[in-house]
C-alpha cells in the first residue's frame, strides 16, 4: 500500500514561533507534532512494507528550513518521495498534483491511502483516484493509525 501524508496539520503543526526573520516566520513556527510517536507510526508502516510519501503545499524555502532541523530530518527520512507544490507547480486541492505522484511513481490510486487535515484535499485526492482517505483531526495519531488498521494498512 501507498500511504501518502500532508505535512502541516498532520505531522507538523505551529506552535509559540521563538525569535524569527520575516521570511521563515512561518517554517520557524512549525515544529513536528509529537515526534517519537509519528516516527513510530512511520516506522510500523515502513516495516509493514508500505511506501510512504507527501504532498504538500509547503513552500521550498520552508520545508528546506524544516529539513534543516534534526528532528524534521529523521521524519522526511521515511518517505521515498516528498512531492511540493511549490516545485511541481501544482497545488492542493487540485487533483492534478496527485496524478502527478501516481505517475511519477507508478502507483495505484486504489492501492493509496491519502491523510490530511483539510477535507477539500481528501475530496481532491478522491477525484484523482485515491478514494481512502483519513482525515486529520487536531494530531490524533490514535485515529491515524486506528483509520491505517482499517484500510489494511497497519
Known amino acids: 500500500m501507498n500511504i501518502i501524508f500532508d ?3 498532520v505531522l507538523f503543526g505551529t506552535q509559540a514561533a521563538e525569535p524569527c526573520s520575516a521570511q521563515s516566520r512561518f517554517a520557524c513556527a512549525l515544529r513536528p507534532v509529537n515526534p517519537a510517536i509519528s516516527m513510530r507510526l512511520l516506522s510500523d508502516c515502513a516495516n509493514n512494507g508500505h511506501r510512504l510519501f507527501v504532498i504538500s503545499n509547503l513552500t521550498n524555502e520552508t520545508f528546506e528550513f524544516l529539513k534543516a532541523d534534526p528532528q524534521g530530518a529523521r521524519l522526511f527520512s521515511y518517505f521515498e518521495d516528498i512531492i511540493l507544490s511549490d516545485t511541481v507547480g501544482i497545488k492542493k486541492p487540485n487533483p492534478g498534483i496527485f496524478h502527478y505522484l501516481l505517475e511519477k511513481h ?3 490510486a486504489q492501492d493509496s491511502v491519502f491523510i490530511d487535515d483539510q477535507i477539500i484535499n481528501l475530496e481532491a485526492a478522491q477525484q484523482a483516484g485515491i ?3 483519513i ?3 487536531n494530531f490524533n495519531f490514535t485515529s491515524i493509525r486506528n483509520q491505517l488498521e482499517t484500510h489494511g494498512a497497519l
Open 106 to 108: 507508478q502507483l495505484e
Open 135 to 137: 482525515l486529520c483531526d
Open 7 to 9: 505535512l502541516s496539520g
Open 131 to 133: 478514494t481512502k482517505g
